[in-house]
């Protein structure tokens, strides 16, 4: 029988990526744009938004046995 991640492993794993892909979309938008507020509006929306759809994906992926021993 395949193992399935507990909720919390995959909600570590998120919040651990997400911390990586702000500093990265931080230091974009800030280079791109010059402005702080507007770096901070965008880094935010962004961050929310695709934290969710990433817990969702991972979510999803864990109900599925394909490619597990």
């Given at each position: 029988?395949?193992?399935?991640?507990?909720?919390?492993?995959?909600?570590?794993?998120?919040?651990?990526?997400?911390?990586?892909?702000?500093m990265s979309d931080s230091a974009v938008v800030y280079f791109v744009t010059h402005r702080l507020d507007v770096t901070i509006?965008?880094?935010?929306?962004?961050?929310?938004?695709?934290?969710?759809?990433?817990?969702?994906?991972?979510?999803?992926?864990?109900?599925?046995?394909?490619?597990?021993?």
């Amino acid at each position: 029988m395949a193992q399935r991640e507990r909720f919390n492993r995959s909600l570590v794993k998120t919040l651990a990526y997400r911390f990586f892909v702000l500093m990265s979309d931080s230091a974009v938008v800030y280079f791109v744009t010059h402005r702080l507020d507007v770096t901070i509006w965008v880094v935010t929306f962004s961050t929310v938004t695709r934290t969710l759809l990433y817990l969702l994906y991972e979510r999803f992926w864990n109900n599925i046995d394909w490619g597990r021993e």
